[in-house]
């Protein structure tokens, strides 16, 4: 299969694209071959259906459950069994969550067939299962921690619960994003230390590091086992503080050169120097003050409107969970845009950074660069066409064609010119 795909990869990067000529042994353009990218239109178009049909139908769920009175049934079944606050909330909040996730399962079974039937995925049905069991786990008890305080903060304080629920947001999202490496990205992948499973690649790896000035200690670089559940490739930076780490996919590691992975790792690397981890957190809780001070606003214009007609009594009412989600998934979706243009403009810095700091490392820095991303859409079955639209509302990652375009043409040393971040 790989042999394959290497193949084809060499007749695509000859085809004739107008620089072709000059420098025909290069990767000038993210190109597909036609039956790749038959099957890459077609994926394009289901994904973007498909997010469009898990977007409204979300909703759909929400204001069903509101509509017929079900959150409403839910809150009077909790207040039978107890009076106190805490164990209604252990009735009400899983119960509640339990019958949106349960409702959205068929989405997700679907969209994990069409991972498999493209060969983006080969985990079994039962393997996937257990996944998605401990997931469900995971963000139930996160968002029953979560939802109860922010509805006892709104109890407590009515006009300050937002600030206080924002509080209680960050500090989660601290905990996840630290937790993840050690406790939660285990339960799924096997991690081991780079220096174990590919002694030699540390070597080189070891060369990027320091010609980025910068001690990534060997502990901190792994290997993960994505090869048992995907096909695709891909590496990445997590955690912080003591968490924080790089993590190299297995595929990766098998099916690019030796160049092209200094490439990627030197482009996580990017992600890691520039911090791009703690500017995350402080964007997104940015973001999350002033998405809980709308939904304050919103819920004042909104709940007289509708708690009659939903059995909604006040806003610290079990009742009026669903409205929370249904406001807050809106504002989500609003912001995603913004979310999205600022990982793509954070992605390109990395991509910036990785070809800095291989160069000069890498025989050709540019061609390795420009042929990791070609690998990286080929095995993603990446469209090499997307509507503007799609990419500025659901994309985090730059389109692959105009990756391999700003690999091919940034070249600051040859310009004289000064490179951005490695002197
Ligand atoms: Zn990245």
């Not at 620089?19 to 036609?34: G, K, V």
């Not at 994904?47 to 017929?68: A, E, H, K, P, S």
């Not at 200690?217 to 968490?243: C, H, I, Q, W």
């Not at 810095?349 to 859409?377: C, K, R, W």
Request: hydrophobic share 45%; proline share 5%; glycine share 6%.
């Amino acid at each position: 299969m790989m042999a394959g795909a290497q193949d084809t990869l060499k007749k695509t990067s000859q085809q004739t694209t107008p620089q072709a000529t000059e420098q025909h042994t290069r990767t000038t353009a993210y190109t597909l071959p036609p039956d790749k990218l038959a099957k890459s239109k077609a994926l394009y178009d289901l994904d973007n259906r498909l997010l469009l049909i898990d977007t409204v139908y979300g909703f759909l769920i929400l204001l069903g459950i509101l509509y017929l009175g079900v959150a409403a049934r839910y809150r009077d079944w909790a207040e039978k069994v107890s009076g106190y606050f805490r164990y209604q909330a252990l009735i009400f909040l899983p119960l509640l969550l339990l019958t949106i996730r349960l409702l959205n399962l068929p989405l997700s079974i679907y969209g994990h067939h069409i991972n498999l039937q493209y060969g983006l995925s080969v985990q079994g049905w039962s393997s996937w299962f257990a996944d998605l069991l401990k997931s469900e786990i995971m963000s139930l008890l996160v968002f029953t921690t979560l939802l109860a305080l922010i509805i006892l903060l709104i109890r407590k304080s009515p006009r300050r619960w937002w600030f206080y629920s924002w509080l209680v947001a960050v500090v989660i999202l601290l905990l996840l994003t630290w937790v993840a490496p050690i406790a939660i990205d285990p339960l799924y992948y096997n991690f081991t230390p780079l220096e174990k499973t590919q002694p030699q690649l540390v070597e080189q790896l070891e060369k990027v590091v320091q010609r980025g000035g910068l001690s990534i200690p060997r502990d901190r670089m792994y290997e993960m086992d994505a090869s048992r559940k995907v096909t695709t490739l891909n590496a990445y930076v997590t955690g912080f503080g003591a968490s924080k780490r790089v993590v190299v996919w297995d595929n990766t590691i098998q099916k690019m050169t030796i160049p092209e992975t200094l490439f990627v790792f030197g482009h996580e690397m990017g992600h890691y120097v520039l911090n791009h981890i703690i500017q995350g957190i402080i964007l997104g809780s940015l973001g999350l003050l002033l998405g809980f001070y709308v939904l304050y606003r919103l819920c004042k214009w909104f709940l007289p409107r509708s708690q009659q007609r939903w059995h909604i009594r006040e806003l610290g009412d079990w009742a009026a969970v669903p409205m929370l989600l249904l406001l807050f998934g809106i504002l989500g979706f609003i912001a995603e845009p913004i979310g999205n243009t600022i990982s793509r403009h954070v992605e390109h810095e990395a991509d910036i950074y990785g070809l800095e700091v291989t160069h000069g490392i890498n025989p050709d820095p540019q061609e390795a660069a420009a042929h990791s991303f070609q690998m990286l859409g080929e095995m993603s079955l990446d469209y090499p066409y997307p509507s503007r639209l799609a990419v500025i509302w659901y994309w985090n990652h730059p389109p692959i064609s105009d990756r391999v375009r700003f690999a091919r043409e940034y070249d600051p040393w040859s310009k004289g010119e000064k490179p951005k971040f490695v002197k």
